[in-house]
């Protein structure tokens, strides 16, 4: 694609208003509490965009419309149920963590079980942020600016992790919050242009869904080697929405970091309600694409930078490209920032240095993005041997996932299980999921991840019948924290609930 001096001039001043924002913004944040959760400070409507900025990036632009492409509708299940997760965090998740005033959801284990078992989940944390997430992030994006305009992936890489870094060093969370706003903004306006001129290049709405009739169904049989109903329903789905959403610093982070409880439900309805949207604006392309360009597209996970190519005019080029950098960049700095806590405060400030000031962890906290950003460059070439990189995160994230599930459903909901039954759950996680990979490959990867959580549930089950806590543990109180719910919480939690079932009802 041949960019014109306009297609330069808006990307390049997007990219430098997103930097001269960010950086005013957190201007000040000098301490812990500033660097790592914005003084704990943030308005729910912050909160919101945020969490979808962080959330859709190059592995939903690249990948999931990659899905889309190949597989059809159906992988908008990852959308449509992550809104449904999100209901539940609002109101059973995020009321908990708030009261007890922590930094990081392993934090949240120490207080619950003990030390090694905060440990454990930061250590699974930190590895799969650097060998799966940040690699993914890098990777796709590194891929989409090479199908469009020919950029080597090396130095793609290189490109994105070192700008995204640069201000989340200097910035803390606050500058990431408000990178996020811009380009969250930014990406799902450019989303919808091309979505709008995907409709245009079919000929209307009417002829799409006539054309892609087959691929416009949310609900496949039962047995269905990737996303079969019984998974998405009652099955497997549930566990990486559940981690995802609730459990992960990567997207808690800004609803630990809200100045109430009301905020942070208000700012996570918000995002659920965005979330059933998105199959729209992503996976609507990427099928799209399968019927116009077919003989273009070598991959499917180049199906959007493709329908990119193909259909913007001269004049929005830069601007879309700035949109899908702003995706990868407001991906990767959610990432760095989150990665960067959970290693200051949960590895050096509690078992290294726990003398350290303030200051000093956040110090720490900027050295360790800067490490983050060599490591994660370093081994995304790696991703690239995958066939998908949709497929590589979510399957990766089930050797962890289904273990600090069950430590946290079990902590929250059974005050009587030991440390030992939470810690030998999340060890358990790794082998018995590595074998279902190995044995039982043609098996659908949320099948492994429900079976392996069963697995899990039952040996944490009977540790606790068999070691029970003597009394439960009591957990820490934010005195000082308004933790007054949502006015009308249970009113717009059911509107998402109802917007989801409507949606496979339509697309069934």
């Given at each position: 694609?041949?960019f014109?001096?306009?297609?330069?001039a808006?990307?390049?001043?997007f990219?430098?208003?997103?930097?001269c924002?960010?950086?005013?913004?957190?201007?000040?944040?000098?301490d812990?509490?500033?660097?790592?959760?914005a003084?704990?400070?943030?308005?729910?409507?912050?909160?919101?965009?945020?969490?979808?900025?962080?959330n859709?990036?190059?592995?939903?632009?690249?990948?999931?419309?990659?899905?889309?492409?190949d597989?059809g509708?159906?992988?908008?299940?990852?959308e449509?149920?992550?809104a449904?997760t999100?209901v539940?965090?609002?109101?059973?998740?995020?009321?908990?963590?708030l009261r007890?005033?922590?930094?990081?959801?392993?934090?949240?284990?120490?207080?619950?079980?003990?030390?090694?078992?905060?440990?454990?989940?930061a250590?699974?944390?930190?590895?799969?942020?650097?060998?799966?997430?940040l690699a993914?992030?890098?990777?796709?994006?590194?891929?989409?600016?090479?199908?469009?305009?020919?950029?080597?992936?090396?130095?793609?890489?290189?490109?994105?992790?070192?700008?995204?870094g640069?201000?989340?060093?200097?910035?803390?969370?606050?500058?990431?919050?408000w990178?996020?706003l811009?380009?969250?903004?930014?990406?799902?306006?450019?989303?919808?242009?091309?979505?709008?001129l995907?409709?245009?290049?079919?000929?209307?709405?009417?002829?799409f869904?006539?054309?892609?009739?087959?691929k416009?169904?949310?609900?496949?049989?039962?047995?269905?080697?990737?996303?079969?109903?019984?998974?998405?329903?009652?099955?497997?789905?549930w566990?990486?929405?559940l981690?995802?959403?609730?459990?992960?610093?990567?997207?808690t982070?800004?609803?630990?970091?809200?100045?109430s409880?009301?905020?942070?439900q208000?700012?996570?309805?918000?995002?659920?309600f965005?979330?059933?949207?998105?199959p729209?604006?992503?996976?609507?392309?990427?099928?799209m694409?399968?019927?116009?360009?077919?003989?273009?597209?070598?991959?499917?996970?180049?199906?959007?930078?493709?329908?990119m190519?193909?259909?913007?005019?001269?004049?929005?080029?830069?601007?879309m490209?700035?949109?899908?950098?702003g995706?990868?960049?407001?991906?990767l700095d959610?990432?760095?920032?989150s990665?960067?806590?959970?290693?200051?405060?949960?590895l050096?400030?509690?078992?290294?240095?726990?003398?350290?000031s303030?200051r000093?962890?956040?110090?720490?906290?900027?050295?360790t993005?800067?490490?983050?950003?060599?490591?994660?460059?370093l081994?995304?070439?790696?991703v690239?041997g995958?066939?998908?990189?949709f497929?590589?995160?979510?399957m990766?994230w089930?050797?962890?996932s289904?273990?600090?599930?069950?430590?946290?459903?079990?902590g929250?909901?059974?005050?009587?299980?030991?440390?030992?039954?939470a810690?030998?759950?999340?060890?358990?996680?790794?082998?018995?999921?590595?074998?279902?990979?190995?044995?039982?490959?043609?098996?659908?990867?949320l099948?492994h991840m429900?079976?392996t959580?069963l697995?899990?549930?039952?040996?944490?089950?009977?540790?606790?019948v068999?070691?029970?806590?003597?009394?439960?543990?009591?957990?820490?109180?934010c005195?000082?924290?308004d933790l007054?719910p949502?006015?009308?919480?249970?009113?717009w939690?059911?509107?998402?609930?109802?917007?989801?079932?409507?949606?496979?009802?339509?697309?069934?």
């Amino acid at each position: 694609m041949n960019f014109q001096p306009v297609d330069i001039a808006a990307f390049g001043g997007f990219v430098l208003f997103v930097v001269c924002v960010s950086l005013y913004a957190s201007r000040g944040e000098r301490d812990a509490a500033g660097y790592f959760l914005a003084g704990r400070n943030l308005p729910w409507w912050l909160i919101g965009f945020s969490l979808i900025a962080s959330n859709i990036s190059t592995e939903h632009f690249v990948g999931m419309a990659g899905r889309g492409y190949d597989l059809g509708l159906a992988i908008a299940s990852y959308e449509w149920m992550a809104a449904v997760t999100l209901v539940i965090v609002a109101l059973f998740f995020l009321p908990k963590f708030l009261r007890a005033g922590i930094y990081t959801i392993p934090e949240y284990l120490e207080y619950r079980y003990d030390a090694r078992t905060r440990t454990l989940m930061a250590v699974f944390l930190l590895a799969a942020y650097v060998f799966v997430a940040l690699a993914v992030v890098l990777y796709a994006g590194a891929l989409a600016m090479q199908s469009m305009f020919g950029l080597d992936v090396g130095t793609g890489v290189w490109l994105i992790g070192l700008l995204a870094g640069a201000y989340t060093v200097y910035g803390g969370l606050k500058a990431v919050v408000w990178s996020d706003l811009i380009q969250g903004v930014a990406l799902l306006a450019g989303a919808a242009l091309l979505t709008v001129l995907g409709f245009r290049a079919m000929g209307g709405v009417g002829p799409f869904l006539a054309a892609a009739d087959d691929k416009l169904h949310a609900v496949l049989p039962w047995n269905h080697p990737e996303m079969p109903w019984l998974a998405v329903f009652v099955g497997g789905l549930w566990i990486p929405n559940l981690f995802y959403w609730g459990l992960n610093q990567f997207i808690t982070q800004r609803t630990l970091a809200a100045r109430s409880l009301a905020d942070g439900q208000r700012g996570i309805f918000l995002a659920a309600f965005i979330k059933l949207a998105i199959p729209f604006l992503i996976v609507f392309p990427g099928i799209m694409a399968a019927e116009l360009f077919a003989d273009r597209v070598a991959h499917p996970d180049e199906a959007y930078p493709v329908m990119m190519r193909e259909l913007l005019p001269a004049g929005l080029s830069g601007l879309m490209f700035a949109a899908l950098f702003g995706a990868v960049m407001s991906s990767l700095d959610s990432l760095l920032n989150s990665a960067a806590t959970i290693f200051s405060v949960d590895l050096y400030k509690r078992r290294l240095r726990p003398e350290a000031s303030s200051r000093q962890v956040t110090k720490v906290g900027r050295l360790t993005t800067c490490v983050l950003v060599v490591a994660g460059a370093l081994w995304a070439p790696v991703v690239g041997g995958s066939e998908s990189v949709f497929a590589y995160i979510q399957m990766f994230w089930g050797f962890v996932s289904p273990g600090i599930v069950a430590a946290f459903l079990f902590g929250l909901f059974l005050p009587r299980t030991p440390p030992l039954a939470a810690f030998g759950g999340m060890l358990l996680g790794i082998p018995v999921y590595g074998l279902l990979l190995w044995f039982l490959p043609d098996v659908a990867f949320l099948h492994h991840m429900a079976v392996t959580f069963l697995v899990i549930a039952a040996f944490m089950g009977a540790t606790t019948v068999a070691r029970p806590l003597a009394a439960p543990r009591v957990l820490p109180v934010c005195e000082d924290f308004d933790l007054t719910p949502a006015r009308g919480a249970r009113f717009w939690a059911a509107g998402v609930v109802v917007g989801a079932a409507a949606l496979y009802a339509v697309f069934w």
